[in-house]
């Protein structure tokens, strides 16, 4: 294709993204594969304007406390996969947890994140493990008086009612990637389709769901765009993409060299392709360095502000920034003032959350929802 060409075509999908028409699979690969930087200065430029568009200039916060690191699976590409030795097990007291949490909604977080790996304590004990859980997160919800969100992994669909009647406004719970083969590589005997259930379980039973993509681990141009398509099939409503971390006494510890350019050009074609919903920048990537790319590039909500001094751990990099401090509301703030966006306030997350719980119409879970 011509430059000529290129610059047309892009234009007709930014078009087509404006009107929130849905991007065919072809646009998607088109937008992914892009690399005249000319041309991705004006895709980013397209995905920060369709953020204005939909969010004015308000970022939204979350609070993330990992509170379990231990898991039953044995996910290639985690840390705290089952039968890694070298990763750091603990698990927290709700009480730690409830402290932490306070902590996070004092500073200025929107939202408490619940994270855990797929914990027998809690998983495998019936409802003994279940209860704990839903105590948790009534407890977190009525301190914090913030959104809870809980990622647990697989749960039954029961618990997920039982989550919802807790308080819990989210689920999140990646699939990683679309293509099953990469997905049966990635997620060693986990079931591609119950993973996926389970996020339409999430929707009827009134939760919020976030599903996200692992790149930098075998996956083409092609298996993303395939994503971005299950992922609005599903009526996703916050959509997340991280690059591959290599950690530390995994089986893809030294797979797969680490390329932080593709993160950031799919945050934007995430927001082509999902103009009004919320795509997260992560700071377990490239910790507080890596914030202002992904917000160049269209991202909408600041994931993994993890309070210091309390002994807790992030995902795909369990230590990076969180003693020093910087996985702070306060350093976030710095960043968003540069870039001429603020901290949205907790009543602006609670309205959009709102508005965006009426969109959720049960019968219409499976067709694809544009903004
Ligand atoms: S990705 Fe989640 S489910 Fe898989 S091993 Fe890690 S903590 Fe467990």
Request: aromatic share 10%; hydrophobic share 25%; charged share 25%.
């Given at each position: 294709m011509t430059n000529n060409n290129a610059e047309t075509a892009l234009e007709k999908i930014i078009e087509k993204s404006d009107k929130c028409s849905p991007l065919t699979k072809e646009d998607l690969v088109f937008l992914l594969s892009i690399d005249d930087v000319s041309l991705k200065k004006r895709l980013f430029e397209a995905a920060r304007d369709a953020r204005s568009q939909h969010f004015d200039n308000k970022i939204f916060l979350y609070g993330f406390l990992y509170?379990?690191?231990?898991?039953?699976?044995?996910?290639?590409?985690?840390?705290?996969?089952?039968?890694?030795?070298a990763s750091r097990r603990y698990r927290k007291d709700n009480d730690e947890v409830v402290e932490a949490a306070k902590r996070l909604a004092a500073s200025g977080v929107h939202l408490i994140d619940l994270t855990m790996g797929e914990d027998p304590y809690f998983l495998d004990r019936g409802e003994k493990g279940f209860k704990k859980l839903t105590g948790l997160i009534s407890e977190v919800k009525s301190e914090t008086s913030l959104p809870v969100m809980i990622s647990p992994g697989v749960v039954p669909d029961i618990l997920l009612g039982d989550f919802s009647k807790a308080g819990a406004d989210w689920y999140a719970c990646y699939q990683?990637?679309?293509?099953r083969k990469l997905f049966s590589k990635l997620r060693l005997d986990q079931n591609y389709d119950e993973r996926i259930g389970k996020k339409y379980s999430a929707h009827n039973s009134g939760l919020l769901i976030e599903e996200g993509i692992l790149t930098?681990?075998?996956?083409?141009i092609e298996d993303i765009a395939d994503s971005i398509i299950a992922m609005r099939e599903m009526d996703a409503d916050q959509i997340r993409v991280m690059s591959f971390v290599p950690q530390e006494?995994?089986?893809?510890?030294?797979?797969f060299p680490a390329d932080p350019q593709k993160e950031i050009q799919i945050i934007a074609v995430l927001r082509m392709a999902f103009p009004d919903r919320l795509i997260p920048a992560s700071?377990?990537?490239?910790?507080?360095?890596?914030?202002k790319p992904r917000l160049d590039a269209g991202a909408n909500v600041v994931t993994s502000l993890v309070p210091p001094g309390q002994g807790l751990a992030g995902v795909?990099?369990?230590?990076?920034?969180i003693e020093e401090d910087r996985r702070s509301v306060e350093s976030v703030k710095r960043i968003l003032s540069d870039e001429s966006l603020r901290v949205a306030t907790v009543d602006e997350y609670k309205s959009w959350i709102k508005i965006r719980c009426s969109h959720v119409d049960k019968k219409t879970l499976k067709e694809s929802v544009a903004c």
């Open positions: 509170l379990s690191t231990y898991c039953r699976n044995r996910c290639r590409f985690c840390y705290f996969r089952n039968p890694n030795m990683e990637t679309h293509n930098g681990v075998g996956d083409h006494g995994t089986p893809l510890f030294d797979k700071l377990d990537i490239d910790g507080l360095d890596g914030l795909a990099q369990s230590e990076l920034d």
